[in-house]
């Protein structure tokens, strides 16, 4: 099993520039979730997706839209990137209503200059 | 607005310790809390999940206690390794799809 697969794994960006970070699953999962990590700060919600069709903003929302593809696919998109974005990327998917666990992809080392 | 503080910070112990990580959090009303841990430059994996109505789970060296009235949970380590070397988050839910509130973490080394 894949579990939850990210890409790409490392990005660096200037100021200003645009990218979409892309979250699979293939573990049937309904709710899914975008987290940015900060040294010290542990894992901040970005935006989550309770189920296909439905987005919501999380803790830190400004400065990123997401896509709920699909009920596998969840992208986040940074439309101008600022160098305060610049951290450790995370999405994960909830196994709600049984295990109750959160998947987690390996992740996505941004940096921007 | 739930907050977790995750005690202590950084932990350095010879092999074979027993190890005692705690996690408290201000919101007492929670669904469950989950203990995950972190390898340098990956995702996180959830070690336990422990429900409310519980007060500890086990898997293999790992007890997780809970209390949530005092808004307290403890993962002990028995018998700790350097494979346990990692950080510890602890992660309690309070029902609500955007609820999952993670602590900072306590870094683990464990040298031989």
């Known amino acids: 099993n894949a579990g939850v697969t990210q890409t790409p794994k490392f990005q660096v960006l200037k100021t200003g520039q645009s990218m979409t970070l892309q979250c699979a699953q293939d573990m049937n999962h309904n709710s899914m979730y975008w987290y940015r990590q900060d040294p010290g700060m542990g894992l901040r919600l970005i935006y989550y997706s309770a189920s296909e069709g439905t987005t919501d903003k999380g803790e830190v929302p400004n400065g990123y839209n997401v896509s709920r593809l699909n009920k596998r696919e969840f992208s986040l998109r940074l439309e101008s990137a600022a160098p305060s974005q610049t951290s450790v990327y995370f999405c994960a998917s909830l196994d709600r209503g049984l295990t109750e666990k959160l998947f987690f992809g390996s992740g996505t080392q941004l940096s921007v200059l | 607005k739930q907050e977790v503080t995750q005690i202590p910070a950084a932990l350095s112990v010879p092999e074979g310790e027993n190890l005692v990580l705690n996690c408290s959090f201000t919101d007492s009303a929670i669904y469950n809390l989950q203990w995950f841990r972190q390898d340098p430059g990956k995702g996180l994996t959830s070690l336990l999940l422990?429900?409310?109505?519980?007060r500890e789970q086990t898997s293999g060296r790992l007890n997780a206690s809970l209390d949530k009235s005092s808004g307290r949970s403890t993962l002990y380590i028995a018998a700790s390794q350097p494979g346990d070397s990692a950080t510890y988050l602890c992660?309690?839910?309070?029902?609500?799809?955007?609820?999952?509130?993670f602590g900072a973490g306590t870094r683990l080394a464990v040298h031989p």
């Open positions: 992660a309690p839910h309070s029902g609500g799809y955007n609820k999952l509130i």
């Open positions: 422990i429900q409310s109505s519980q």
